[in-house]
């Protein structure tokens, strides 16, 4: 089976930096993707790794280790608006338009 | 340009009782997936649908079925309700199938079985 595993939640202050981290287990993994989800609302995309190492896109950075099947997204100075579910997801070559999620961590910033 | 859309963004029904909702895709996309996400949980996989064909179904009882267009617009049907289909419904759509095809959801249909 297919399986995924975030930290349920997680605290941190405005300015600071955190790092979120997700465990997976799957046959033919394909890539990982990361989505931000605020309450009530849909997931939006914040990023896509499929190859080792991190890849950065302003404040947020995700890294993929294929051989452990690690990743980890990195916020860096956060904002109240970060407050949020974010949601490790991947794929599988057999099955490329499934997506599989895990809980997802819920991020609380306080000022 | 517009992004997915959904109706009815809100939903109330009664046990037995069937629904539909709809999903239009970013223009220019030709695949949809229905997700389901129970308060608490990650989106879970329903359906997807490429060029009007099922490419994919989850773990879902027969009770849930859907279809695609020639518009590439897809509905989602769910027959006899159940209390433990309350969920919001999410439509997600993509360019193509492909490994690298990155998923753009839309808002969502709330459904509240009673």
């Known amino acids: 089976g297919q399986n995924i595993d975030q930290p349920t939640e997680m605290t941190a202050t405005e300015g600071a930096i955190v790092q979120i981290n997700c465990t997976y287990q799957?046959?033919?993994?394909?890539?990982l993707f990361w989505y931000q989800q605020h309450a009530g609302e849909a997931p939006t995309f914040l990023s896509y790794n499929v190859l080792d190492g991190l890849e950065e896109k302003g404040r947020f950075s995700s890294f993929l280790s294929r051989s452990k099947g690690y990743s980890y997204l990195l916020l860096k100075e956060l904002q109240m608006k970060d407050s949020a579910s974010y949601l490790c997801?991947?794929?599988?070559?057999?099955?490329?338009?499934?997506?599989?999620f895990g809980r997802g961590t819920q991020l609380t910033v306080w000022p | 340009d517009a992004g997915v859309t959904q109706s009815p963004t809100h939903l109330i029904k009664t046990r037995g009782q069937h629904v539909t909702l709809r999903c239009s895709p970013i223009s220019g996309h030709k695949s949809v997936s229905w997700y389901q996400q129970v308060l608490g949980q990650g989106p879970q996989f329903i359906f997807q649908y490429y060029e009007k064909e099922e490419r994919g179904r989850g773990n879902f009882p027969d009770r849930f079925s859907a279809r695609q267009f020639p518009n590439y617009s897809s509905e989602l049907n769910v027959n006899a309700l159940l209390l433990g289909d309350s969920a919001l419904y999410l439509c997600?759509?993509?360019?193509?199938?492909?490994?690298?095809?990155?998923?753009?959801f839309g808002p969502g249909t709330r459904l509240l079985v009673l």
């Open positions: 799957t046959s033919g993994f394909n890539g």
């Open positions: 997600a759509s993509s360019l193509a199938i492909g490994a690298q095809e990155t998923q753009y």
């Open positions: 997801t991947f794929n599988r070559g057999s099955t490329l338009g499934r997506l599989y």
